[in-house]
């Protein structure tokens, strides 16, 4: 049976509990999640600053989309990480792509953290990686960042000479502005200090010098267009050796902060 990109997750026992970079299944096992909610969760699961964060919105019942100092601070965590920028917000994907339909700006551009940004294809109906590097972001008018933290917002980072004429945003509630500011500043801690994306795995190394990956500091894409079927029957052979790849080839997977000697030793075999 050939699965659609989500689908794939259906293969999945159900998932109990999330921290850090595994996942706790029902039937006793966990995984190592190298989809990492396609980025969202790069800092690992259930970070606890941040839980707490939405914690504290919650309890005051910051729930309704309704101006809040909130978006100011979030805000600026997003000018902090893209000085001279203009930032437009979404509820969800569907909001953001109804705003670049309404755009006539062709070039756009998936950020992700360490890495600067990795160039993308634009159509009506879909917005997916192909892989390719686009280190010079100063030629790309409009930047979606992978957020770290998965229930949102979505933004739109933009050219500030774009800023009168593209369309408004959306208010966001304070209840997922809170966490998804003290994401952003941890976020911007971790890239600062470095270390996470010159981590070394030496067994993961050697292994993907002879492999159908190429390796971008934590991320990995495979050099070669792959075909549903065959990216069914890969997705099955990491999930049975007890790792999460992501459920589209477009997406790339992400080596995590830590992982057992163990852990990597399987993965090395799996990329061998």
């Known amino acids: 049976m050939i699965y659609s990109e989500r689908e794939l ?6 998932v109990l509990r999330a921290r850090d970079f595994h996942l706790y299944l029902e039937n006793g ?12 969760a790069i800092l690992g699961h259930k970070p606890p600053m941040v839980l707490g964060e939405m914690k504290n919105a919650a309890e005051r019942g910051l729930f309704t989309s309704l101006p809040h100092p909130m978006e100011r601070r979030f805000l600026k ?7 001279g920028r203009a930032f437009r917000l979404y509820a969800d994907t569907g909001a953001l792509r109804q705003a670049l339909k309404e755009t ?5 551009s998936i950020w992700r953290p ?5 160039l993308i294809n634009r159509s009506s109906d879909s917005i997916s990686s192909d892989g390719r ?12 960042p992978v957020l770290p933290w998965p229930l949102g917002p979505e933004a ?5 000479d774009m800023d009168d004429t593209f369309p408004a945003g959306e208010i966001i509630p304070p209840v997922l502005l809170a966490p998804a500011t003290r994401a952003l500043y941890d976020l911007l801690a971790v890239i600062k200090d470095g270390s996470r994306a010159r981590r070394v795995y030496p067994k993961i190394e050697k292994a993907l010098k002879n492999s159908q990956w190429r390796r971008r500091l934590i991320y990995l894409t495979l050099e070669e267009e792959t075909d549903r079927e065959k990216y069914t029957a890969l997705f099955k052979r990491f999930l049975e050796g007890g790792f ?15 992982m057992s000697d163990g852990e990597e030793a399987k993965l090395a075999g799996l990329f061998g």
Do not use: C, H, M, Y
Not at 77 to 83: C, H, K, N, T
């Open 133 to 144: 590097s686009d280190d010079n972001q100063q030629e790309t008018r409009i930047l979606i």
């Open 114 to 118: 360490f890495t600067g940004s990795l």
């Open 244 to 258: 999460l790849i992501p459920p589209s080839p477009e997406e790339p997977l992400i080596l995590p902060a830590s």
């Open 29 to 40: 096992k966990r995984l190592v999640d190298l989809w990492l909610a396609g980025g969202r």
């Open 9 to 14: 997750l259906r293969l999945l026992p159900r």
């Open 156 to 160: 739109l980072v933009l050219d500030k």
């Open 77 to 83: 965590a997003l000018g902090e990480l893209f000085p």
């Open 104 to 108: 006539a700006e062709k070039k756009v």
